[in-house]
Antibody
Framework: EVLLQQSGAELVRPGSSVKISCKAS????????MHWVKQRPEQGLVWIGR????????VYAEKFKSKATLTADKSSNTAYMQLSSLTSEDTATYFC???????WGQGVMVTVSS | DIQMTQSPSSMSASLGDRVTITCRAS??????LSWFQQKPGKSPRRMIY???NLAAGVPSRFSGSRSGSDYSLTISSLESEDMAIYYC?????????FGGGTKLELK
């Protein structure tokens, strides 16, 4: 069974960084890119970027190039996204999904608040 | 960037109705179009891929079609469990782009 298990909710201070994870199981981790998607409360879906776990190659949406950093650890079948210089605009749920878009993580709610 | 213009943004319909949601692509995306259903507090669920292919486990009342740059998701006979927000996604070019969503409510 394919599973994408994401880390837990985060409450973080403005200006700080946060790193969230997405652990894959049930398939060969390096066979699929991993995409990340942002959803602000009551808003639509926004694509952040993707990583190729096989070689670490990344592609980002322009507006996230200085906000998000995607990495992957083949030894633990885990993809990560670090978000930096957090502001209230980063308060959102973040999803990981493999490149066939058929399996999604449960989402991580990141709340930026002082 | 490819713009995906989705319509309507919201709609209400009765049980048993035939419902159609549309996305228009600003550039040629071939059949690289997927549809997702999202219920409150849940992750998106892929319903259609390749513009017309039904994803595994999706009821046959859902279908996808294409006419030029217009892509449609149709529910042939609306059921209560179909109340959700639906999104389209183009996956031919980076950045990937979603439609703005269609909120489907019961009349």
């Amino acid at each position: 069974e394919v599973l994408l298990q994401q880390s837990g909710a985060e409450l973080v201070r403005p200006g700080s960084s946060v790193k969230i994870s997405c652990k894959a199981s049930g398939y060969t981790f390096t066979d699929y890119y991993m995409h990340w998607v942002k959803q602000r409360p009551e808003q639509g879906l926004v694509w952040i970027g993707r990583i190729n776990p096989a070689n670490g190659n990344t592609v980002y949406a322009e507006k996230f190039k200085s906000k998000a950093t995607l990495t992957a650890d083949k030894s633990s079948n885990t993809a990560y996204m670090q978000l930096s210089s957090l502001t209230s605009e980063d308060t959102a749920t973040y999803f990981c999904t493999r490149s066939s878009w058929d399996y999604w993580g449960q989402g991580v709610m990141v709340t930026v608040s002082s | 960037d490819i713009q995906m213009t989705q319509s309507p943004s919201s709609m209400s319909a009765s049980l048993g109705d035939r419902v159609t949601i549309t996305c228009r692509a600003s550039q040629d995306i071939g059949n690289y179009l997927s549809w997702f259903q999202q219920k409150p507090g849940k992750s998106p669920r892929r319903m259609i891929y390749g513009a017309t292919n039904l994803a595994a486990g999706v009821p046959s009342r859902f279908s996808g079609s294409r006419s030029g740059s217009d892509y449609s998701l149709t529910i042939s006979s609306l059921e209560s469990e179909d109340m959700a927000i639906y999104y389209c996604l183009q996956s031919i070019q980076y950045p990937r782009t979603f439609g703005g969503g269609t909120k489907l409510e019961l009349k």
